[in-house]
């Protein structure tokens, strides 16, 4: 049941850009993992499957998709880091491609192989 009450915290909240202890606590877990279930996130920190719906409403999280639940042979739903939140943008990472790493390591070993040169060290 959604009151005018939470209604008027969220909007509060919102206006006031500030991120409370508990949202940034799963914040922080949510971005150390993938996507995952309310019980899953509840299992790292204790009654944070309840925040999930206003954190939604505050574009924090978002819903990703769904998985069949291990213990109730029912839908759930993966809940993600949402990338249009008010509060921090969620970076994607580039990876490098192998040819890309394959130079930058050669780089590595000629600078490394200078490095030898003037201070005579040998590799063991």
């Avoid at 969220?10 to 409370?20: A, F, H, N, V, Y």
């Avoid at 949202?23 to 993992?33: A, F, H, L």
Wanted: glycine residues 6%; proline residues 2%.
């Amino acid at each position: 049941m959604y009151r005018t009450t939470s209604a008027e915290s969220i909007r509060e909240l919102r206006d006031s850009g500030k991120l409370p202890a508990k949202y940034q606590g799963i914040v922080y877990i949510m971005s150390m993992c993938k996507p995952m279930t309310a019980r899953a996130l509840d299992n790292q920190m204790d009654g944070a499957h309840k925040r999930l719906s206003e954190m939604k409403t505050l574009g924090i999280v978002q819903e990703c998709g769904f998985v069949i639940d291990d213990k109730t042979n029912k839908r759930a739903i993966l809940w993600g880091l949402s990338n249009q939140n008010p509060f921090f943008k969620v970076e994607t990472v580039k990876h490098k491609s192998r040819a890309e790493l394959e130079a930058e390591n050669i780089t590595l070993r000629i600078e490394l192989e200078k490095l030898k040169g003037i201070y005579n060290v040998f590799s063991i």
